[in-house]
Each structure stands twice: as C-alpha cells, then as structure tokens.
C-alpha cells in the first residue's frame, strides 16, 4: 500500500518562513502544528504497519487533521497578506 506522507512543509511549500515564525511566536498556532503532526505521524503508522483499527476511528483521525490544516492555513494566509 502506498502511503501518502502530509507533512505541513510538503503541504504549504510557501509558507515555510511564515510557519517557522508562528511556530516560535504563536502558541496556539504552534500546538495547532504539533497536533497536526501528531496526527500524520498516527495515522502513517497505521497504514504503514497495517495495524487493524475501525475504518471510522482512522477516517476521524483524518477528519481532524484536515480540520487542522486548514485552520493553520487560514492563519499562515493572515499572516503573510498582514505582514
């Protein structure tokens, strides 16, 4: 099975100065990223290990990272017109 990797800096490829900024600036932005993280980093190893898990268990995980990403994309979109 092929697995698609979901990393923010393969996601948004613009916005790695503003990400690493907010990172560093920006709490609630920064755990946003970490959760996001947290999340790809679960979800590629289910899929890569092929561990069994509830088809609805692993598409919320997936529901909650897209959530994620386009908070933080909204965000990293303010930021840089803002700046």
Same mark, same amino acid.
């Given at each position: 099975?092929? =697995? $698609? *990797?979901?990393? /923010? *800096?393969?996601? &948004?490829?613009? &916005? %790695?100065? @503003?990400?690493?900024? %907010? #990172?560093?600036?920006? !709490?609630?932005? !920064?755990?946003?990223?970490? $959760?996001?993280?947290?999340?790809?980093?679960? @979800? $590629? #190893?289910?899929?890569?290990?092929? =561990?069994? @898990?509830?088809?609805?268990?692993?598409?919320?995980?997936?529901?909650? #990272? @897209? +959530? /994620? +990403?386009? +908070?933080?994309?909204? =965000? /990293?979109?303010? *930021?840089?017109? !803002?700046?």
């Amino acid at each position: 099975m092929q =697995i $698609e *990797h979901h990393e /923010l *800096h393969r996601e &948004f490829p613009e &916005f %790695l100065d @503003v990400m690493q900024a %907010l #990172r560093t600036s920006d !709490s609630t932005f !920064s755990q946003m990223f970490d $959760e996001y993280h947290n999340l790809t980093n679960q @979800v $590629e #190893r289910l899929e890569e290990e092929d =561990i069994p @898990v509830d088809d609805f268990t692993i598409e919320d995980m997936k529901k909650m #990272r @897209v +959530k /994620l +990403k386009d +908070k933080m994309y909204r =965000i /990293l979109v303010a *930021h840089r017109t !803002s700046n």
